[in-house]
């Protein structure tokens, strides 16, 4: 398995491979889920990173995002802005490809 560096903030996991999913938040049953994909997560430590920028959007309840599928699945409050889905997994350093 190949590893993805992230240009702007270094390699998603460290040198001592410490990557861990602890971070990410069990999706809940209430609100409106969708479920996106995104590319370039490649272990724990890339989830935990995409879970808290998402989960620093408005609204949003819960995220659980899976490297292994490329699939982050978001539950909300009310529908939320593509766009600014797309800026919180840039942010992280990663690509939103679209909905899955």
Not at 69 to 85: F, H, K, Q
């Amino acid at each position: 398995m190949t590893s993805q560096t992230n240009t702007s903030t270094g390699s998603c996991c460290g040198s001592g491979g410490s990557c861990g999913s602890d971070s990410t938040t069990d999706v809940q049953s209430l609100g409106i889920t969708t479920v996106y994909k995104v590319s370039g997560m490649t272990c724990g430590h890339c989830e935990g990173a995409v879970s808290q920028e998402i989960s620093a959007l408005a609204g949003v309840s819960a995220v659980k995002a899976v490297a292994e599928t490329g699939e982050v699945t978001v539950t909300s409050t009310a529908p939320l802005d593509e766009e600014a889905v797309r800026a919180a997994v840039d942010e992280a350093g990663y690509e939103l490809v679209g909905r899955a």
